[in-house]
């Protein structure tokens, strides 16, 4: 694997990564599941080593890595703790991408190295009531107004919603009465018109931070636009490709962290005078679960690699994030098997690894939106 998709660089943010994960994040992580509680110490640390503006360029304050280090990055704090992996996964794709795709200097100059700096947490809002698989049913609408835009509607499941200090969000353009398309805009979470909701209560990623928001006759600048209405559409759509890479990496290192913990238990645990790990449904239960692990890498690495050859991803990252995200969920929940009635209480973490893992199935594009995808990408391929 290190020797197909890493040069030095990676191993050593692996490494560093890692450490910080076991040392400070997994010794926190299940009390910061039971109280729901934003990882807000662990998010500064992350800023201080350069994790929140990984693929930030390095001319506005960021590490400048690329998309292999990235993922790397999200594998190893996903094993410790999924919350503090996708309040960083967000911010760095869904909160950071879309400003660095489409935002003018001016825009990057003013936003990116508060954000690469972690000062402040991005998000992202695209989700809404009747707009979730299909994003193209977006309600929000932006009116134009003299050299405003005046905003009405809402979003919801927005990661990191409640403490982010800036939010770039989709909506209809409506311009001298005509609908010209949805663009994308970034404005500061001070901004008055926007009002955030309560905090979810969620089955898992308890301690991240999700959130509805309203825009109530919200008026910004049309400066705040993200390059031009009819590339709006486009925004979105290339910021969630390569989002489906960083949940890819995140379902990835949740599995990693379940399969680890079980395997341990595996050893230390005895039943008719042996270690569990020697009778053949357990350890026919561990072998298959190395083996889905070590595929996933594979696709996600894979994807990332080509991200960063400059090449196309479509059918690549949808492909890692629908079997990564699988795997999670089933390598979870064989976890629990393995622990018996243990896996099912808390203070055994595998239940924590079970509740987080459901949600990558969803979040960023179904499953069932991957396979549509897939096959799509599969048939185009046919007809070149």
């Known amino acids: 694997m290190d020797s197909l998709f890493f040069k030095e660089e990676h191993i050593m943010i692996r490494d560093m990564v890692r450490n910080f994960a076991d040392d400070q ?8 599941d039971e109280e729901e509680k934003f990882p807000l110490e662990l998010v500064q640390e992350m800023g201080r080593l350069g994790l929140m503006g990984m693929i930030v360029p390095q001319e506005y304050g960021g590490s400048g890595l690329d998309m292999v280090a990235f993922a790397t990055a999200i594998i ?13 996964a967000a911010h760095n794709s869904l909160g950071t ?12 100059r003013s936003y990116l ?8 947490l991005g998000a992202f809002g695209l989700t809404e009531p009747e707009a979730g698989s299909d994003a193209g ?23 990191n919603a409640g403490k982010a200090g800036l939010l770039s969000f989709t909506a209809q353009v409506i311009d001298s009465g005509n609908n010209i398309g949805i663009a994308a805009f970034i404005i500061p979470t001070d901004t008055p018109g926007l009002e955030i909701g309560k905090k979810e209560k969620k089955m898992g990623w ?11 006759d919200m008026k910004i600048p049309s400066s705040a636009m993200l390059g031009q209405p009819e590339n709006g559409f ?3 759509l290339k910021t969630l490709t390569s989002g489906r ?20 238990y595996s050893v230390e645990r005895s039943a008719f005078n042996k270690p569990i790990h020697e009778f053949q449904s357990i350890g026919f239960k561990l072998a298959d679960m190395a083996t889905s692990i070590q595929a996933s890498k594979l696709l996600v690495y894979h994807a990332a690699w080509l991200k960063d050859q400059g090449k196309g991803i479509n059918k690549e990252a949808a492909m890692a994030k629908l079997f990564a995200s699988e795997t999670a969920m089933n390598v979870t929940s064989e976890a629990i098997q393995i622990h018996g009635g243990y896996g099912y209480v808390k203070d055994y973490d595998v239940e924590r690894y079970f509740r987080d893992a459901k949600i990558l199935e969803i979040g960023e594009g179904t499953s069932e939106i991957q396979r549509l995808i897939i096959s799509r990408e599969i048939i185009k391929d046919i007809k070149l």
């Open 206 to 216: 308890k301690a991240s931070d999700t959130r509805q928001i309203y825009f109530k």
């Open 245 to 264: 890479i960083s949940i890819g990496a995140l379902s990835v290192g949740t599995a990693l962290g379940a399969y680890e913990k079980a395997l341990r």
């Open 137 to 159: 049913a977006t309600k929000t609408r932006a009116i134009k107004s003299n050299n405003d835009y005046v905003v009405n509607g809402g979003k919801i499941f927005i990661t």
């Open 234 to 236: 486009k925004t979105f």
């Open 97 to 108: 991408l879309p400003l660095l795709l489409f935002g003018n200097d001016d825009q990057k």
């Open 113 to 120: 190295p508060k954000l690469a700096s972690g000062e402040i």
């Open 25 to 32: 994040i997994m010794p926190l992580a299940r009390s910061l």
């Open 76 to 88: 190893e704090l996903a094993r410790a703790d999924a919350s503090v992996a996708i309040t960083m």
